[in-house]
Nanobody, 121 residues
């Protein structure tokens, strides 16, 4: 089994910054895609950013120029640096990792527990 543990959420003023972390642990696995999603009250969960195992990144239009996704393969950890935060960024942020545990043939999506980000003055 693979577990994801998120950290780094909190309350920040508009224009501020936060860095979310997502650490993977458990069985040995091969990682494919790492991603951050968010869900605001009353809204569907949406993709914020993802990064492939070839370091190719993809961002939602709302995140471009302000958020940066990165990964540290040695630590099995990935990050979301969020700058110039806006009230509309308020949501629960979830990390997701698509990985294949060693000894299996198929990849699986694993999800973190979610961390609250609130942008408010």
């Amino acid at each position: 089994q693979v577990q994801l543990v998120e950290s780094g959420g909190g309350l920040v003023q508009p224009g501020g910054s936060l860095r979310l972390s997502c650490a993977a642990s458990g069985s040995r696995f091969s990682i494919y895609t790492m991603a951050w999603y968010r869900q605001a009250p009353g809204n569907q969960r949406e993709l914020v950013a993802d990064i492939s195992n070839k370091e190719i990144t993809n961002y939602a239009d709302s995140a471009k120029g302000r958020f940066t996704i990165s990964r540290d393969n040695a630590k099995n950890t990935f990050y979301l640096q969020m700058n110039n935060l806006k009230p509309e960024d308020t949501a629960v942020y979830y990390c997701m990792m698509r990985a294949r545990p060693w000894g299996t043939v198929a990849s699986t999506e694993y999800w973190g527990q979610g961390t609250q980000v609130t942008v408010s003055s």
